[in-house]
């Protein structure tokens, strides 16, 4: 079992309670989408997962280990195994490249090998090989500061693909990127997941992307479970119920465009 969430909740340093009773089991190798509206708690969610934040209640095991329980280098040996892929990938703008992508191996690699990676690239033919699924082979030794966001995205996910993660983890991992090339990546990201057996979880804003490329769906709301069911079953209603914001009241111009059959019955929202 790559995740093991029984009762957690999470309440931020603040006191500001983003997460109730929370319960998740998400085996080795599968691929969930979280949905929901903006502040529903998916990023805290994901947190939690990578381990920067711990819950306030229930337990949480992550790849057969309890985090909470672990100090030092036993922590850090499981975050080695955990891929976190940002919706902005925190890179210092003068970064190259080349050397963002190494980093995703900082964790396992000796403290004089990783001091040496980042002043020299040891492994050029390890990132060429991640970037060029992304194709950004050609931005290998550009700064990190001349790439548009969509194209840090994608490194951000090489960093990852050169990490070899048994578990991912990705905060809206194509927000920045066009619709095209947003299919083409969370594609690429799923069947590499699949291939390497790693397990995937992604929080998406696009209720269509997440429907089409991950069998398990859960939605959020409010910091809580509303539904975790196949893809396939996620209903209208469902969405609609997800989406609903009683303090947004009516919008001041017509309301979201719906997909609509040809009967003009309109179906699922297609993007919040
Ligand atoms: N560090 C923090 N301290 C206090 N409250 C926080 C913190 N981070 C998030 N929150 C609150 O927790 C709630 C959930 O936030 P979170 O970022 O997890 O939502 P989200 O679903 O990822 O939203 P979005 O889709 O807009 O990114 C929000 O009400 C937010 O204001």
Known sequence: ??????????????????????????????????IGSSGAGKTSLLRLLGTSLTPSAGSLALLG??????????????RSRIGLIHQ???LPPRQ?????????????????RALLSLCYPL???GARAALTPLDLQDKLFARCDQLSGGQLQRVGIARVLYQKAELLLADEPVSAMDPVLAEHILALLCQLASQRGSTLVASLHAVDLALRHFPRVIGLR?????????????????????????????????????????????????CF
């Open 222 to 270: 409010q910091g809580q479970l509303l539904f975790d069911k196949p893809a396939a079953e996620v209903s209208e209603q469902d969405l609609h119920q997800l989406y609903a914001n009683q303090s947004l009241g009516t919008p001041p111009a017509e309301a979201p465009t719906m997909d609509a059959d040809s009967h003009g019955n309109s179906a699922i929202p297609r």
């Open 88 to 90: 902005s990938p925190p």
């Open 65 to 78: 280990s309890q985090p909470a329980q672990l100090r030092g280098r036993a922590l850090r040996r499981l």
């Open 123 to 125: 492994d050029i033919p």
């Open 1 to 34: 079992m790559s995740i093991r969430l029984d009762g957690v909740g999470l309440a931020h340093a603040n006191g500001f309670v983003a997460l109730q009773d929370i319960n998740l089991h998400i085996a080795d190798g599968e691929r969930v989408a979280i």
């Open 96 to 112: 190259r490249v080349i050397t963002a992508v190494l980093a995703g191996r900082l964790g396992q690699w000796s403290l004089p």
